[in-house]
């Protein structure tokens, strides 16, 4: 089954015969720690992986908000079951970096992100094309995409980082930071819909990262 393609971020692609996604692997029975701790940082900025789960609201608000998220291009109908659990087979992920200045504000020139969403359909499709690919929503610079914010070194609410385009904006906010990871609340507001109804807002759920695979 073909998945209608949305463009949030600038970039989103869905269905039969992509290419095979980079950070699809992520997605097999591993839970948000084991995720963010997979990267060897070593002290040095490098890739890694990061999550984005509900585990206190449950499974149908999860699922509904995925299904908001989306909409500014595909109709609720059309996308899957999406777990709210970050250890599931379904779930999302999200890689990328973000620059920041002597004082903490976001360089936006050399910052971007990707959120990678892999519901059920993507899941059905995989045992039979393995190079199914997942709902890509991609912010960068090169794309025309709004990126701004300001990291404290305590964390907390005056810290949030925006991805922001002519569809919606997305933030991760409250962000927390350790010696180690960082972790926040991710809210989203759009500017379309798809079915022509109010565009959606609301809270998808908490990010969790590997501090060093995220911020440089």
């Given at each position: 089954m073909k998945k209608l393609t949305l463009v949030l971020g600038l970039i989103i692609l869905a269905g039969c015969n992509p290419k095979k996604s980079?950070?699809?692997?992520?997605?097999?029975?591993?839970?948000?720690?084991?995720?963010?701790?997979?990267t060897n940082?070593?002290?040095?900025?490098?890739?890694?992986?990061?999550?984005?789960?509900?585990?206190?609201?449950?499974?149908?608000?999860?699922?509904?908000?995925?299904?908001?998220?989306?909409?500014?291009?595909?109709n609720p109908n059309n996308v899957g079951t999406v777990s709210y659990n970050p250890n599931d087979s379904t779930g999302v992920r999200f890689t990328g970096k973000i620059k920041l200045d002597g004082s903490?504000?976001?360089?936006?020139?050399?910052?971007?992100?990707?959120?990678?969403?892999?519901?059920?359909?993507?899941?059905?499709?995989?045992?039979?094309?393995?190079n199914a690919e997942e709902i890509k929503i991609e912010f960068s610079p090169s794309r025309g995409a709004t990126i701004t914010g300001q990291i404290n070194p305590s964390g907390g609410t005056n810290s949030f980082i925006s991805f922001k385009d002519n569809y919606g904006e997305i933030r991760f906010e409250n962000i927390v930071i350790s010696a180690n990871n960082?972790?926040?609340?991710?809210?989203?507001?759009?500017?379309?819909?798809?079915?022509?109804?109010?565009?959606a807002s609301g809270t998808l759920g908490q990010l969790f990262i590997q501090r060093c695979a995220f911020l440089q």
């Open positions: 980079s950070v699809k692997s992520a997605t097999t029975t591993i839970s948000a720690e084991q995720v963010a701790t997979l940082c070593q002290g040095q900025a490098t890739t890694g992986t990061g999550v984005i789960y509900d585990t206190s609201s449950g499974a149908m608000n999860f699922n509904n908000q995925i299904k908001a998220l989306l909409s500014v291009n595909i903490g504000n976001v360089v936006q020139a050399q910052s971007s992100v990707m959120i990678s969403i892999y519901d059920s359909i993507w899941l059905n499709e995989k045992y039979t094309n393995p960082l972790s926040g609340t991710v809210r989203f507001q759009n500017s379309t819909n798809v079915m022509g109804g109010t565009p």
